[in-house]
């Protein structure tokens, strides 16, 4: 089993839509939680990073840490096309390697 | 462009070949890490360096895998007798050296073993 366990998509919403991406975790040692948006054939890029419990909100996108539940979740509001990409949680307990999912597909059609 | 730099963007090889990839981090970040992505799948940890200092290895680094950061600046990763199991996309990362700080990520080396 994996430490880190991503809903495999893929999603597909209309223009407008509010949009939930969920990640499961194993490891209670975990204690910062990344959201990376990545589009095909780039490289992963850093959407939200929050540490230990609680919800963090930057414009359209809340992240939810949930540590006694060992889940966290991105909410993406007023989804756009231009937000169609694979979402990967990632998570981390040092300044070593982070761990990810293997993302979520993410399609708005407008 | 002041983000993470990789080079190639792709490199085909025929097996056996050997080949290096080479990572710029962004120019603040001490902290310099490599890992490799397969079509599906999320970024597998390599190896990480503070400075030039390697700090953590992955057992999925086998002995024909060799990372190098001989400055502390930039980085190399060398894989030598390429397999086609090798064939991904290999991504480095950099970020600051204060506490945990979040991973920003370069647009990776994508390697193609014929």
């Known amino acids: 089993q994996k430490e880190v366990e991503q809903d495999p998509g893929p999603l597909s919403v209309p223009e407008g839509a509010i949009v939930s991406l969920n990640c499961t975790y194993s490891n209670s040692a975990f204690q910062y939680f990344m959201w990376y948006r990545q589009y095909s054939r780039k490289g992963p890029e850093l959407l939200m990073y929050t540490y230990s419990s609680g919800n963090k909100e930057d414009g359209r996108f809340t992240a939810q840490v949930d540590k006694s539940s060992k889940y966290i979740s991105l909410f993406i509001r007023d989804s756009q096309p231009s937000d169609s990409a694979t979402y990967l949680c990632?998570?981390?307990?040092?300044?070593?390697?982070?761990?990810f999912g293997d993302g979520t597909t993410l399609t708005v059609k407008p | 462009d002041t983000g993470v730099s990789q080079n190639p963007r792709h490199k085909i090889t025929k097996r056996g070949q050997n080949v290096t990839f080479r990572c710029d981090p962004i120019?603040?970040?001490?902290?310099l890490y490599w890992y490799r992505q397969t079509l599906g799948q999320g970024p597998e940890f390599l190896t990480y360096?503070?400075?030039?200092?390697?700090?953590?290895k992955s057992r999925l680094l086998s002995d024909r895998f060799s990372a190098e950061r001989p400055k502390g600046s930039f980085s190399t990763l060398e894989i030598q007798r390429t397999e086609q199991g090798d064939s991904a996309m290999y991504l480095c990362a950099s970020s600051l050296d204060i506490g945990v700080q979040p991973q920003h990520f370069g647009d990776g080396t994508r390697l193609s073993i014929l």
């Open positions: 990632a998570m981390s307990f040092n300044a070593g390697k982070s761990t």
């Open positions: 360096f503070q400075n030039e200092a390697q700090l953590e």
């Open positions: 120019s603040e970040h001490n902290r």
